[in-house]
Every structure is written in structure tokens, then in C-alpha cells.
């Protein structure tokens, strides 16, 4: 399939007219036309002249077509033009242009709107309507898409996705994509639609990097296919996940003649079916990491308690009196409760 693109790309190259903003004198000269054939038409038969009648006429009737050729374009806009189905060039400037009046804009993507918060909407691919009812009248507003191509940077916030880490477990994860249009031809003849086409890509790069790494760190796991284990994971290597998501996304998307900025991780959990599962098991695992560094703690304080006894000559105790002593000291210091002290009022013996 990339060869495939490569030919159409060759196919497609883009060329920028960047001589043709002259549509405020075409403008003009169209206009002047009209209000000198309007003179002619009420002159004629006062010089005896039908045939500048008939000229006028005929103007009246076919000059409107200049009107066509004359195109707006705003900061960081493209036109794609075509005539009679073959790629004549690119308007990318800014400016008021006078093209071939017969040149049609081409933009297969005028009607796909990528949410912010949604996937590629596709209910709005066609002209848009609106019935507004005022009492018993109703009138219907149609608003035709515009083919105007944005080359703004622009946000792809697809919907979040359950996707199987590396060691099986279901993960939500959602990724904001930043991208723009840097080559229209390509945009606009490569692809069907380039914006649906950037949205399934999204998602298949996804999928392929998700599944690589596990949610959390995990031994005996190589995330970044060099054969030796590593400590990447989802929630760890953020940055590493993203960077990775992008360069996916970008090899995807090249000859399509798009450019990805940035992405970035909106939203990284587990799926609900095995969350509470996995909440159990991280807290269960910080309280085993808690217990390993009370008694670590304890242990200590005991050994430096038995030493400080010997050292200072306080008391003497023989090995069964110290086991008893450690016993008692260790259920004190890994309780989850305080001690309650007892008063010995008899022998030690």
C-alpha cells in the first residue's frame, strides 16, 4: 500500500499559484462592463447602432461566469483547484484571486468535523440542515460545507479505546493528536478523506503501542525490542508511550500529506471490568511494601535496644530472657494498635 501511495504522490505533486491575486481589478473591469453595456443598451437606438444592443445583451448574459473565477481566501486557508477533472494548482495565500472561472475546489473532507471529544462524525459529511418552525411556518436553512482546507494545527481527540496490554489486561486510553495539512495535493488526492483516514490511523497506532507495554511495571517484559527486559509500562513511561504513538502515526500519514505535531495521553485506567481486581491488588501490594519496612524498622530498634542493654551493663540477660524480650519488643513496634504497658511487680526469676 505505501508503494501504491508513493505513485499516486508522484502523480500529485502540489503547485501553488501564487500569481493570480488580481481579483480586485477583475472585479472591477466585470462590473465597468456591466454599467457600460447597460449604456449601450439604452444608447443603441438613439445612434442607430442594434448591434451594440445585441453585444450588450449578450454580456449581460454570459459575463456574470467571471464572476466564478474570483476566490477569498483567508490566513492559513487552501483551495484546491481542478478543471474538468485534472489538478491545475493550489491557493494558499491570503488574498482575493481571480482564477479559471471553470476550475471547481476539491476537498472530500469539507464535511467531517473531528470532535474534541468524539471520533469522526460522520453525520455531518453532507450539507447541513436545519428546520426552524415558528408557529404553524416552517422554513428549512441549508449550510453547504466550505472547500476551503484548513492548514491551522489542528486537535484529533478520538474517543477512548479498550485496548489489551502486553500481559492481557483491558485498558482504556484515550490520546490528543495535534496534526496540520502541509501538502494539499496529497491531502486531497492521496486519500478518500483525509481526516477519517488520520482518525483510523490513530487508532491502529494506538493498538500496536498500547500492546507492548503492561499497565504497570512487570519483570520479564521488553517494550522496546531489543531482547532484554526493561521497566517501561503505561503509567510509568508516559512520555515514552506518546513520543512512540506519534512516530506510528506519522509513518502512517506522510504521503498523505499531513504532519503530526504532538501527542499526548488524556486518559490512561484500567477497564472497568477488572479495576476494582487490580485496586485490590495495588493495595495490597503497598501494604506488603509497608510491613517489609515496619519490620526492617523493627528489627533494627530491637537489635540497637539489645546492644545498648549489653553496652551500658543495665541488666543481664540470659538467651531465653532476650528471646522473650524480642518477642515482646517486635509485637509492639509491628502492632497495628498501641501496647498497653503491664507493671511487673515481682522477680524477674
Known sequence: MSNELKEMNNNHQEIVLDRNRNG???LILVIAAYVFSVLLLFLSPIIGRPLLALIAIAWMCVGWILFLGLKVLGPQEALVLTLFGKYVGTLKDAGFYFVNPFCVAVNPAAGTKLGQS??????QKSSVL????????????AAMPSKKISLKIMTLNNSRQKVNDVLGNPVEIGVAVMWKVTDTAKAVFTVDNYKEYLSLQCDAAVRNIVKIYPYDMAQNVD??????????SLRGST???ARRIKEE????????G?????????YLAYAPEIAAAMLQRQQASAIIDARKMIVDGAVGMVQMALEKLNDEQIVDLDDER???MVSNLLVVLCGNHDAQPVVNSGSLY
Do not use: F, M, N, Y
Request: proline share 2%; no cysteine; hydrophobic share 35%.
Open 24 to 26: 480586485l481589478p477583475v
Open 239 to 241: 512520555e515514552v508511550v
Open 322 to 324: 532476650k528471646a522473650a
Open 130 to 141: 436545519s428546520v426552524i418552525t415558528t408557529g404553524s411556518k416552517s422554513s428549512v436553512q
Open 223 to 232: 517494550t522496546t525490542g531489543d531482547g532484554i527486559a526493561d521497566d517501561g
Open 258 to 266: 499531513l504532519t503530526i505535531l504532538d501527542a499526548r495521553i488524556t
Open 249 to 256: 502515526i506519522q509513518q502512517k500519514v506522510e504521503e498523505a
Open 118 to 123: 468524539r471520533d469522526v462524525d460522520d453525520s
